[in-house]
């Protein structure tokens, strides 16, 4: 869907919906649940307790050294290799 027929379906001023898609513009809900609605969609939301999942990560990245964040490094990029080619043996 183009950003023109997005403002047609939405009611929403074309150049709104790419300054959004910009990042340039930060929508409000009722903006985000228009332009949602108009693809057919809803926004359902939440509230959580906070995930630390991120910043624990990071806390065990910075107690490695250099050599242990490469060799990790090559660990990982070895199996995103493996989980591509598994991918495309199943034809996705």
């Not at 997005?6 to 228009?34: K, M, N, Y």
Request: glycine residues 6%; proline residues 2%.
């Amino acid at each position: 869907m183009t950003q023109r027929q997005l403002a047609e379906t939405s009611g929403i001023a074309q150049s709104t919906i790419a300054r959004i898609e910009s990042g340039t513009a930060d929508p409000q809900f009722s903006t985000v649940e228009r332009l949602l609605a108009a693809v057919g969609l809803e926004m359902r939301t939440a509230i959580e307790p906070i995930d630390d999942h991120d910043q624990v990560l990071e806390a065990v990245q910075a107690a490695l050294s250099a050599e242990q964040r490469e060799e990790a490094g090559r660990r990982h990029e070895s199996n995103l290799r493996k989980f591509a080619d598994a991918g495309r043996r199943a034809g996705f």
